[in-house]
């Protein structure tokens, strides 16, 4: 009898730990900023114990807020754009260097992950500023000094550096996983390199694409520290926004209103694209 | 007549010499086998064939052409890998369409071309599966028949038939010689499984680390190897140490002061040997009828044979006899041994690297 009922709540008390971590970081706040959301404010008397969904109406009615939003959107559709682009190959190279510099090189690309954003988002606005090495370099070559700090170029460029890892890693996890003479099969059939990898290569590691840029995606856009360094006062990006209406406009029934809409609006593009790409990958690959 | 010619072709990775120096020629229409110990260096020739590893020294032509520097998407030969190598994503009549697409054939005669190499490997009904769908010996073939739809010039095969279990082996080589005759290309297939290499080809290549040691038909191959190691490799043999005595026009072997006719011509007297017998070329008298008195230590059944060790004088002989249908001698009983002089085969050298 004891020992049936110890063999019932096994499985609860093993699950129990987990859950509770889960119920009291992730659900508890998330439910708390969703109550907050419908809380009316007022600029003199602050937070009203009245219901309302007026900042819902304001975010969305708003061209303020929807210009960050569409910005955020952008950048960091731009971003996993880029890292794609880059990171896909540098992949495929890495996956066919021999030992030695495959380990180097998988350290160079890890590396970065191991000193924190904001330094490294401080070195890119000292390269990036009017007098970086980035203007000196155009100016020695002969260019107009440009304007890129303080710029959506700016933060895009910071952000694929952060992101880049996290495209290379599930990339190359999965041509860890390619028979390396399915490549050269393709070869022997008359498929020139370029065709064998499209043909070949890339089919196979669109699963590894698909996680990686799902990935690169929710980072970039709810990235706060690159935006805030590299965007300026006036470059907003969802994020900083939110973190100005709490802490500028003390206004944190509308930041908490912001909040949820970007998460919902990141979980409706992810699990959109997450069905559309993985449909297909899934049906051929199984 | 020579359609496909190694000469002195060399393979190093960095200091280690993977293939010694291969020289071979190859006709029209031939099956050639590739067989030696794993690790020898049969996949590094076979690839060097394909273009998929550049030869160290050494030239390869194909037809009178050179084709030792070109890349493997102009040589257009037939591979079939050890692992198939088969295309995931694509169902099994994609993948065999994929050699024609990349020669731009039209899709109506692709599509034809298609459906009789998947006829001629018997695949016909699985064409819109997936390679994960299959079994092994069905994977096996579609990776035949995607190399043979191309109508390559040559078929290189590696270790074909090593992921499937005995029985579909012995049945997937008949059915690799059927195709192959039925088709008539010329074939070089690798393989570490001597039974193989002796029952499907024209002829076997033996390599031993990394050097080609003997060319033969199989049969010549087995009655007359060139060395200790070929001798034990290729099927059972007994291999006994000895030295070559010599009187007037006899000669024999002392082994251990046992003397046993037989004749080699050019060895000196006083030289060390190995004397190699195969097993079933010994027969099996009444004690005292034969050329060397023994005892039966052990016999096996093996169905449509017997095999038995022997303890003789000269020390442990293996003998197979057919199954007459009758019992053979029980083990303990004393038995004579006899053979006829022209099966013992004379190596000269010690067994020691045989082993
Ligand atoms: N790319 C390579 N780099 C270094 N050594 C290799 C490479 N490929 C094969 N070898 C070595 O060459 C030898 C022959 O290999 P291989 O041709 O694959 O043998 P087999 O197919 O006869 O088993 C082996 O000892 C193997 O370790
Ligand atoms: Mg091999």
Redesign the pocket.
């Known amino acids: 009898m004891i020992a049936r009922s110890s063999t019932l709540s096994a499985p609860w008390l093993l699950a129990g730990p987990g859950a509770l971590f889960f119920f009291g970081l992730v659900l508890l706040p998330l439910a708390l900023t969703v109550i907050l959301s419908f809380h009316a404010y007022d600029h003199s008397t602050g937070i009203q114990n009245t219901f309302t969904l007026s900042h819902y109406v304001t975010v969305v009615t708003d061209s303020y807020y929807l210009e960050i939003f569409w910005r955020t959107l952008r950048i960091a559709a731009l971003t996993t754009l880029i890292c794609a682009a880059i990171g896909v190959p540098e992949a495929y190279i890495l996956s066919r260097m021999r030992d030695p510099w495959r380990s180097v090189f998988l350290l160079v690309i890890i590396g970065p992950l191991l000193v924190s954003v904001v330094v490294r988002t401080f070195g890119w606005s000292m390269l990036l500023g009017s007098q970086g090495l980035v203007n000196q370099a155009l100016q020695l070559v002969g260019f107009a000094p440009a304007r890129i700090l303080y710029t959506e170029t700016a933060i895009v460029i910071a952000l694929v550096h952060v992101m880049l890892p996290f495209m290379v890693i599930p990339v190359w996890t999965a041509l860890q996983k390619l028979d390396p003479m399915v490549e050269a099969a393709a070869w022997t059939l008359g498929a020139s390199h370029f065709t064998a990898l499209r043909r070949v290569v890339m089919p196979q590691v669109t699963l590894g694409m698909l996680s990686g840029s799902l990935i690169v995606f929710g980072l970039s856009a709810s990235a706060f520290a690159v935006p805030a360094l590299l965007g300026g006062r006036r470059l907003k990006m969802a994020a900083t926004l939110v973190y100005d209406e709490y802490l500028h406009e003390l206004n944190w029934p509308l930041g908490a209103a912001i909040a949820i809409i970007v998460l919902v609006a990141n979980l409706c593009i992810m699990l959109a694209y997450n069905r559309m790409v993985e449909a297909r990958a899934r049906r051929t690959l199984g | 007549m020579a359609f496909l010619t190694l000469e002195g072709v060399s393979k190093e990775?960095?200091s280690?010499t993977?293939?010694r120096d291969v020289t071979l020629t190859i006709d029209k229409g031939e099956f050639v086998s590739l067989l030696?110990p794993?690790?020898?260096?049969?996949?590094?020739?076979l690839q060097m064939i394909a273009g998929l590893v550049e030869p160290t020294e050494g030239r390869i032509s194909l037809d009178g052409r050179d084709i030792t520097r070109e890349k493997p998407n102009h040589r257009g030969l037939g591979v079939v890998f050890q692992s198939y190598a088969l295309f995931p994503h694509m169902t099994v009549t994609q993948n065999v369409a994929f050699g024609l697409e990349m020669r731009r054939v039209p899709s109506a005669e692709r599509m034809e071309r298609v459906r009789e190499a998947l006829s001629l490997v018997q695949l016909t009904s699985f064409a819109d599966r997936y390679p994960r769908q299959l079994s092994g010996g069905q994977r096996q073939r579609v990776a035949i028949a995607r190399a043979l739809v191309i109508a390559p010039p040559v078929l290189l095969l590696d270790e074909p038939l090593s992921n499937l279990d005995a029985k579909l082996r012995e049945e997937m080589q008949f059915e690799l010689r059927r195709i192959q005759r039925k088709v008539g290309t010329t074939t070089i297939m690798?393989t570490?499984d001597q039974a193989e290499a002796l029952s499907i080809s024209d002829r076997v290549v033996v390599?031993e680390g990394?050097r080609m040691t003997q060319v033969d038909a199989p049969y010549r191959l087995y009655e007359q190897p060139s060395n200790a190691f070929i001798s034990s490799f290729v099927g059972k043999t007994n291999l006994l140490a000895g030295t070559w005595r010599r009187n007037g026009t006899s000669s024999a072997v002392d082994i251990g002061g046992v003397l046993l006719e037989a004749s080699a011509p050019e060895i000196a007297a006083g030289t060390p040997v190995t004397l190699s017998i195969r097993p079933e070329k010994i027969l099996m008298r009444d004690a005292g009828a034969g050329r060397l008195e023994g005892r039966v230590a052990s016999r096996f059944f093996l169905g449509s044979q017997w095999l038995f060790t022997i303890d003789t004088p000269i020390g442990t002989m293996m003998v197979s006899t057919p199954n007459q249908g009758v019992e053979p001698p029980a083990e303990g009983s004393p038995v004579g041994l006899d053979w006829s002089p022209a099966n013992l085969r004379i190596i000269a050298g010690t067994a020691a690297a045989a082993a």
């Open positions: 990775f960095g280690f993977a293939v030696g794993s690790g020898c260096g049969k996949t590094t020739t690798v570490h390599m990394g």
